[in-house]
């Protein structure tokens, strides 16, 4: 019975023998398969059919772990460190064109630029959470960027305007499409109020604070004037400093500069180039101050403050024309060398020039001329209607003569909206 009988009452091929034998392996005909007898190790190895050891067999660990190929040979990259892989190999081990090494996460260095994100502040919140604020670097890859001319394009400090997310979007697909063509450095700060943005509010939550009213901060402040303090110090340095904003839910605006008038000497060839349809000098209120333009002016460095579209939407059309004249701008700083688009001419006034139309009545405005629009003194801008009693409350007409730089979107108004906003004697052309 220790014999094992087969299905046909005759005893199997192997049956009989010594038990080492049978550890060994015996074959349907009673022979040892190949490679029955070798020692442990040499069947660790792997043996083929015919008892050969296939190709790589017997190769250290190490070795296997490399990989081995059809014909005991390493394939192409095989040897390489780990980082060397992740930057990706070629058919023949090279590295394929655009990548040259791996880089530390968050930079890659391309076939002629290096970008680099980056964390300018972060700070705890509860319940382990933390706001952090950061830009991309983009520069040419010279290993040094000492001494290179650096513009600074942010937006997002209130998480309700998202005009600057496209211009942000398009002004680095423009630059990735022709990395060569840079010769400076340009940081992207696409939301300096991340938390404002998550939300979709205006303010930063929790703190009920503006951001756009606590600068320059403080660094041994609460919270948010830290942030505000540690985001002045990384635009330090700049050769131009381009903040952009949205209007309110309430206006929309067409696309322009908003400076004040003590530092309109020294920015007025800058904000000439950034291709607005619009330069508003105007005095300098106490409220801006607490400004990031009006800080970083009043630190030494160039700041724009642009004013277009509408809270909450994205206007392309606009963010167009100001990527447009932010590659003109790169290009007076020496930071771009391609070819730009050409600018157009702003038209330029003071606040004695801005007619100011406001609502009398509550009701609901319904505009009858489109924004942008020349205007003749005396015609129609619109009507304010009473939806309760079914009738216009209040014609809306224009002082002047002008241009309709901005009209309100939102229609709903009472006593004191801004309605609309004429440059008396302006054109955009």
């Known amino acids: 019975m220790r014999q094992h009988l087969g299905v046909w009452g005759k005893a199997p091929a192997g049956a009989g023998q010594r038990p080492a034998a049978r550890r060994a392996g015996v074959g349907r005909r009673g022979k040892a398969p190949p490679g029955a007898g070798q020692r442990p190790a040499a069947r660790r190895a792997g043996v083929g059919r015919r008892g050969k050891a296939p190709p790589g067999a017997g190769q250290s660990p190490a070795a296997r772990r490399v990989g081995v190929g059809r014909r005991g040979k390493a394939p192409p990259g095989a040897g390489q460190r780990p980082a060397a892989r992740r930057a990706g190999v070629g058919c023949r081990g090279k590295a394929p064109p655009g990548v040259q090494r791996a880089e530390p996460s968050g930079v890659k260095l391309l076939k002629r630029m290096i970008e680099l994100l980056q964390t300018v502040v972060s700070a705890a919140l509860p319940v382990h959470e933390r706001l952090t604020i950061r830009k991309n670097r983009l520069a040419p890859p010279t290993g040094d960027t000492v001494g290179l001319p650096r513009l600074c394009v942010i937006t997002g400090t209130h998480g309700d305007e998202l005009e600057g997310q496209y211009v942000c979007y398009e002004l680095q697909r423009r630059i990735h499409a022709q990395p060569e063509a ?43 004037e830290y942030l505000a303090a540690r985001l002045m110090a990384d635009l330090q340095g700049a050769a131009c400093a381009v903040d952009i904003h949205a209007s309110n839910i309430f206006l929309r605006e067409i696309p322009q500069v908003r400076l004040g008038e003590n530092n309109a000497g020294r920015l007025l060839p800058l904000a000439r180039l950034l291709n607005t349809d619009f330069i508003w000098v105007h005095a300098s209120a106490t409220v801006l101050e607490s400004t990031l333009a ?17 809270s909450l939407r994205l206007t392309p059309a606009y963010g167009d024309q100001l990527t447009d004249g932010l590659f003109a701008l790169m290009a007076h700083l020496g930071i771009w060398s391609g070819k730009t688009p050409p600018v157009r001419t702003p038209t330029e006034s003071t606040d004695g020039e801005v007619a100011l139309i406001s609502a009398e009545r509550p009701g609901m405005f319904i505009p009858a001329v489109p924004h942008g629009a020349e205007v003749q003194r005396g015609q129609l801008i619109g009507e304010i209607v009473d939806p309760l009693r079914g009738e216009a409350v209040q014609r809306v007409t224009a002082p002047g003569n002008g241009w309709l730089f901005t009209l309100r979107e939102y229609p709903a108004c009472y006593a004191g909206s801004v309605l609309a906003r004429i440059l008396l004697g302006g054109a955009v052309f």
């Open 182 to 224: 840079l010769t400076g450095i340009v940081d992207i700060y696409p939301a300096t109020n991340p938390l404002g943005m998550d939300t979709i509010r205006r303010g930063i939550p929790m703190f009920d604070l503006d951001m756009n009213r606590i600068f320059p901060g403080s660094e041994d402040g609460p919270a948010a």
């Open 294 to 310: 009006y800080s970083l002016n009043a630190a030494g460095v160039p700041a724009l403050a642009v004013e277009m579209g509408i």
